[in-house]
């Protein structure tokens, strides 16, 4: 496909359960970033990859969100123990190259998180 | 820090109706800044961007001044259309490369 999918689209957890959110970016994107989206709300940064470098991981909400990109293209955004305040839309968005906050980010449909 | 304040919906107009949504922002240095458009049922979407100031973004009918003088970035349209009804954000990107975005504005176009 052209543009960035993400899956599950929709992911219903219980309290306390782990989950994995998966990425696939724009093929050639260089850039990958995560965001939360809470309802009502608008998107907020969680993380940033240039390839399988986590660069910028300072919106990470607490240390049972852990992201990866092992081989610099399709991403997962992982939620240990998860808690009912994670219940969110998580998109995911690449870009093609590293520099100018010019360029776009091409968002992905997002995944719909439901915890229980 | 870096900021994005937007005027709080919803909107509703009737279609040939003028838009505006009102967009604010605050930033240290000279940050990128953006609107998205997010259709129902739908991702996120670009809908104009503008890098310095003065600079008039637009796309579809849409614009949008980059205002340093107010730190502004108003998006317009003279004339709505039923297919316009979506949420809009306005965004800013950060020293990083990082969107930070306001709440989000629904608009909802009436025939």
């Known amino acids: 496909g052209a543009g960035v999918s993400q899956s599950p ?7 306390g359960q782990d989950v ?7 093929s050639g994107h260089v850039s990958l970033f995560w965001y939360q ?16 470098a986590q660069l910028d991981k300072s919106g990470l909400p607490s240390d049972r969100f852990f992201a990866e990109r092992p081989e610099g293209s399709v ?20 870009r093609h ?3 100018g906050s010019y360029n776009e980010q091409f968002f992905g449909p997002g995944t719909r998180l439901t915890v229980l | 820090g870096n900021s994005v304040t937007q ?33 129902p049922g739908e991702g996120l979407q ?18 949008a001044t980059y205002r340093k003088e107010t730190t502004s970035f108003h998006l ?27 709440k989000g504005t629904k608009l909802s176009v009436k025939p």
């Open chain 1, 20 to 26: 994995a959110l998966r990425c696939d970016p724009i």
């Open chain 2, 46 to 63: 670009l809908l104009l961007k503008a890098t310095k100031a003065d600079d008039k973004g637009s796309n579809k009918g849409f614009e």
């Open chain 1, 37 to 52: 989206q809470a309802l009502g709300q608008g998107p907020e940064f969680l993380t940033y990859f240039q390839n399988e």
């Open chain 1, 97 to 99: 190259s590293t520099g």
């Open chain 2, 76 to 102: 317009e349209k003279g004339s709505v259309q039923v297919s316009d009804s979506a949420v809009y954000f306005c965004a800013l990107s950060d020293g990083k490369g990082n969107l930070i975005f306001g």
């Open chain 1, 9 to 15: 689209r929709y992911k219903v957890a219980k309290r």
């Open chain 2, 7 to 39: 005027m709080e919906g919803p909107v509703t107009l009737s279609e040939e109706a003028f838009l505006t949504i009102n967009c604010t922002y605050t930033a240290t240095g000279y940050p990128s800044l953006f609107w998205y458009v997010q259709y």
């Open chain 1, 75 to 94: 991403s997962t955004l992982k939620i240990q123990r998860t808690q009912q305040e994670d219940s969110a839309v998580y998109l995911c968005a690449s």
